[in-house]
Nanobody
């Protein structure tokens, strides 16, 4: 069993900053890519940012230059630093991880429960 627990969401004014965290726990052998997705009301879930175990990053065009993804492999944790937030960033943010789990050994795609980010204008 592998779980992802997110934290750091909340209400912020436009132009402000928030930092999301996502910690993986359980029967983990290794974690490959980790990422953040978001889903706004009435819209499909979309990729915000992703990072490989070797720290190669990928961002949605809408957040480039404003958001930064990072990870601490020793803590199995991924972060999303969000600066210059806009009302259109309002969404539920979900953490995602591609995990090689143990007992039994197998690959899993795991999702967090989501954390709400609300940006007021």
């Amino acid at each position: 069993q592998v779980q992802l627990v997110e934290s750091g969401g909340g209400l912020v004014q436009a132009g402000g900053s928030l930092r999301l965290s996502c910690a993986a726990s359980g029967s983990i052998f290794s974690i490959n890519a980790m990422g953040w997705y978001r889903q706004a009301p009435g819209k499909q879930r979309e990729l915000v940012a992703a990072i490989t175990s070797g720290a190669i990053t990928n961002y949605a065009d809408s957040v480039k230059g404003r958001f930064t993804i990072s990870r601490d492999n020793a803590k199995n944790t991924v972060y999303l630093q969000m600066n210059s937030l806009k009302p259109e960033d309002t969404a539920v943010y979900y953490c995602n991880a591609n995990v090689f789990a143990r007992n039994p050994y197998r690959y899993l795609e795991v999702w967090g429960q989501g954390t709400l980010v609300t940006v007021s204008s």
